[in-house]
Nanobody, 116 residues
Framework: QVQLVESGGGLVQPGGSLRLSCEAF????????LGWYRQAPGKQRELVAR???????VYADSVKGRCTISRDNPKNTVYLQMNSLKPGDTAVYYC??????????WGKGTLVTVSS
């Protein structure tokens, strides 16, 4: 059974940094894309960053210049380095994985709270 396990969330002050990690377990299909989405209270889930096979990255305008997505292929792990965090970044962050067959998997989410 495919499982995505996120870690790295927590409470951070404005201007601080966090690194989220997501490790994928149980997939026998090739991974075509990995990404991070977030959902703030009362809002829809939105894309934060995505990395596709070959290394192309996509970022939401709201995080460009502040976040970096990267991938460790042997470890089936994707990272999201977040810097200069703002209160508006507060949300549950979800890991997302798309495999070659087109199936999309989601992690259970990790909470990021940016507050003084």
């Amino acid at each position: 059974q495919v499982q995505l396990v996120e870690s790295g969330g927590g409470l951070v002050q404005p201007g601080g940094s966090l690194r989220l990690s997501c490790e994928a377990f149980g997939s026998s299909d090739s991974i075509t894309a990995l990404g991070w989405y977030r959902q703030a209270p009362g809002k829809q889930r939105e894309l934060v960053a995505r990395i596709i096979s070959g290394g192309t990255t996509v970022y939401a305008d709201s995080v460009k210049g502040r976040c970096t997505i990267s991938r460790d292929n042997p470890k089936n792990t994707v990272y999201l380095q977040m810097n200069s965090l703002k209160p508006g970044d507060t949300a549950v962050y979800y890991c997302n994985m798309q495999v070659y067959s087109g199936v999309i998997y989601w992690g259970k989410g990790t909470l990021v709270t940016v507050s003084s």
